[in-house]
Every structure is written in structure tokens, then in C-alpha cells.
């Protein structure tokens, strides 16, 4: 999990940051990034923050969504093995 989170930070935050970066300007010429920004300002925000907005959202809402999908495909699969009734005394699996 920890490792998951890692990547996930390194890869919508750090990365974004750095391909957009303009170290030059910034004074820290040793560093081989020439971007369009050297510091966080009103076209940063307006031109990189819509992409940190659009993956932090998809972050956040995705597991709702895959616990839907799966929930709903548990259910489906639940009313296919009672042969297609709503009761729950019939099913096609053998029990003990």
C-alpha cells in the first residue's frame, strides 16, 4: 500500500512539477528542465492545476466506483445461481 501511494504521489505531483519547471530562470541551472515556469504563478495554476484537479478527482472517486461495480456484480451473479428468482432458498450450488 505504502508503495501504491509512492508512485501515485511521484507520479501527479513530482513529475508534473519537474517536466514543467523552468530551472534556469530559478537559479538552479544544473538541473536539465526547461520548462515554461519558473515559479508558481496565476498561468501555472491555470495551465497544471486543471491536471492536478482532474487526477486527484479520478483518484478519489474511483474506488466508489470500482466497490459499486463489484457489489453490483456480486448481486447479479447471486441472482444467475437462483436461476434468475428473487428467493433465496433455491440455488445451484450443493451445500453441506
Do not use: H
Request: charged share 15%; hydrophobic share 50%.
Amino acid at each position: 500500500m505504502t508503495s501504491i501511494f509512492i508512485v501515485q504521489f511521484f507520479n501527479t505531483a513530482i513529475l508534473l512539477i519537474l517536466t514543467n519547471a523552468n530551472t534556469e530562470a530559478a537559479g538552479l541551472g544544473f538541473l536539465p528542465f526547461k520548462g515554461m515556469y519558473a515559479d508558481l504563478t496565476f498561468e501555472w495554476y491555470n495551465d497544471i492545476g486543471s491536471s492536478f484537479i482532474i487526477t486527484i478527482f479520478t483518484a478519489s472517486i474511483f474506488p466508489v466506483i470500482e466497490f459499486c461495480i463489484a457489489f453490483g456484480m456480486k448481486l447479479a451473479f447471486k441472482f444467475l445461481d437462483r436461476g434468475c428468482k428473487c428467493s433465496g432458498d433455491t440455488t445451484k450450488k450443493n451445500t453441506i
